[in-house]
């Protein structure tokens, strides 16, 4: 099951460049909640922030707080604040040199050590999970860079989900995917928030509509509102979010 | 109206002398590859074309001539044994430590020394081990020249082809918990194999082929390229050409093998 994610007086700078100021949002368990914003609002660095993953980048810092469940992130390991919290990035990246199973593997055996007997169940529990099973079943030693692009970003979603997550950090999933892949992405996305938190990125106001429950949005590096997804896009309080989703700007 | 028709006009213009520049430039490195090739050819091939009836191998030049390639082939290979890893450790450095202080420092130099002519790694040893230690010309002298020239070279090399590598999938590694020796181990190195190792191929053919860094050492040193100067200074033009055709053939193998490593690692 999911669990809640909270990110409290959040701020992200690149040296001295401030790219995200005081951001707090909460991000309930088994909800979908999407950021929405123009681009270099700090939606991606916000997510980067909740797995540490922003501190892999030379000369990024950041401050504040992310709770996950009641356990502050910052406080545990790095490494397993990022296997709680897995991500799927925009564009899809399979490992090239690895199969099909070898992708999904790779995290449990980063965590668990090469020779896991329960590794082929887990590696097929999560590619069923990522609805990708029945189209790779009979071809997992075969290449990932042999699969379409729809397909290689559901490997990755099952290369994430493989480490059973508590959260599933997804960066515009589907912006590089042709429509009917972006569908199934999203079809996915419905079906995966009844076991996972999951915190959606997404320049695509119409995506956020169809398959957020919560949205926030974004602008210059500040939270300018956030409430139900309805509620957002009918009945905005600011009128920043007014322009934005209806199209005045961004 | 008129402005964009200049504009255009100009943007034509720079393209046209960009793109002639290119075609005169790569037609006369052609010609220069063409003519030495054609030159070593010439004089390797004369006794056999003036003299055809009478002509017969001399087997003892070309046995001379292989004698020194094994002997220059193990100099580099010694060499190329004791820089690869550090030059590899280098680039790694350089590329994926880039929050360490020194690693500004390092890239400097490694800059620096990859720009360096060959003559100057035969200068530096042969100032401190000869010199200065009063060591005699041996093998291990001559490695040390060639790890000097090879090594800089190498790490570059190297550390160009991590970088080539987009960052996206270090990422796709952290988030799966990798650390960053498992993304270096894990990832990295296995994309990168086949690349590393035709940037290994194309240094120890740029190494066999420079006779400059050896040269301070004498004629005595048994290293093919420095032969060749040597038989070319001498006037014996048509030996040194046998050589020079023996080190085209290698060279032209390794480049073969170096092209067939450097495919594209999604093929």
Known sequence: MGEALAAIDLSASFGTHKVLHHVSLQMPANCVTAIIGPPGSGKSTFIRCLNRLHETVPRATMSGTVLLGDEDVYRMDAITARQKIGMVFAQPNPFPTMSIFENVAMGIQLRDGKRQTYLSEEVERALVIANLWSEVKDRLKESSSKLSAGQQQRLCIARALALQPAVLLMDEPASVLDPFSTLRIEELIDELKDRYTIVIVTHNLQQAARVADRTAFFLAGEMIEQGTTTELFTTPNDKRTEDYVTGRFG | ?267
């Not at chain 2, 070593?40 to 191998?57: C, D, G, K, N, S």
């Not at chain 2, 060959?118 to 230690?133: E, H, R």
């Open chain 2, 1 to 267: 109206m008129v402005k964009r028709q200049g504009l255009r006009l100009s943007r034509k213009l720079k393209n046209a002398l960009i793109t002639t520049a290119f075609i005169l430039f790569t037609g006369l490195s052609f010609l220069a590859l063409l003519s030495i090739v054609g030159n070593v050819l010439y004089h390797a091939m004369q006794p056999l074309i003036t003299h055809v009836e009478t002509f017969q191998i001399e087997s003892n030049e070309l046995i001379f001539a292989l004698k020194e390639l094994v002997l220059s082939l193990w100099l580099v290979l010694l060499a190329l044994v004791i820089s690869t890893p550090l030059a590899l450790l280098t680039a790694l450095l350089i590329t994926e430590y880039r929050d360490c202080c020194f690693t500004s420092l390092i890239r400097l130099f490694v800059d620096v020394l990859a720009g360096m002519p060959g003559i100057l790694a035969g200068l530096a040893v042969y100032g401190l081990a000869l010199s200065l230690f009063q060591m005699p010309t041996s093998k291990i002298v001559l490695i040390l020249v060639l790890f000097l020239f090879l090594m800089p070279k190498l790490s570059k090399g190297f550390a160009q082809v991590f970088n080539e590598i987009p960052f996206h999938y270090r990422e796709a590694a952290y988030a799966i918990g990798a650390n960053k020796k498992q993304v270096i181990f894990h990832i990295l190195l296995p994309m990168t194999v086949r690349a590393l190792s035709a940037s290994v191929l194309l240094g120890a053919a740029r190494t066999l082929g420079a006779s400059a860094p050896l040269l301070l050492f004498g004629v005595g040193v048994h290293y093919l390229a420095v032969d060749i100067y040597a038989l070319a200074v001498r006037g014996s033009d048509g030996q040194a050409a046998d050589y020079a055709l023996v080190l085209l053939l290698l060279l032209g193998v390794v480049f073969s093998i170096a092209a067939w490593f450097d495919r594209d690692v999604m093929e």
